[in-house]
């Protein structure tokens, strides 16, 4: 079993940052694909940022990249998002979540039903 609480979530204006953390529990964190999706009212469960067990493969969906850098620190059981140059239409509670095993391809990793362990969520909120 793996628990994963989310922080860092708040309300910032367009164009800012916020960094989002994920702290898991367990002690077989590193054995874990750690990936980052977002919901926003009314929207389907959304693929933002994977990252492999060593960090060395991250993928992120096309709407953040080079914005969003996802990144993890085995030692400390947690995975983070850094999110920059904000917009309102990153407003959504963003969820982590945990995937027993390999990365894989970028196909795989944004498939929401791939991830065994889910966050409670944190919102976001991106003000115009």
């Known amino acids: 079993q793996v628990q994963l609480v989310e922080s860092g979530g708040g309300l910032v204006q367009a164009g800012g940052s916020l960094r989002l953390s994920c702290a898991a529990s367990?002690?077989?964190?590193?054995?874990?694909?750690m990936g980052w999706f977002r919901q926003a009212p009314g929207k389907e469960r959304e693929f933002v940022a994977a990252?492999?067990?060593?960090?060395?493969?991250?993928y992120y969906t096309d709407s953040v990249k080079g914005r969003f850098t996802i990144s993890r620190d085995n030692g400390k059981n947690t995975v983070y998002l850094q999110m920059n140059s904000l917009k309102p239409e990153d407003t959504a509670v963003y969820y982590c979540?945990?995937?027993?095993?390999?990365?894989?391809?970028?196909?795989?990793?944004?498939?929401?039903?791939?991830?065994?362990?889910w966050g409670q969520g944190t919102q976001v909120t991106v003000s115009s």
């Open positions: 979540a945990a995937k027993l095993g390999p990365i894989g391809s970028r196909t795989v990793a944004a498939e929401v039903w791939q991830y065994d362990y």
């Open positions: 367990g002690r077989t964190f590193s054995s874990y694909t």
């Open positions: 990252i492999s067990w060593s960090g060395g493969r991250t």
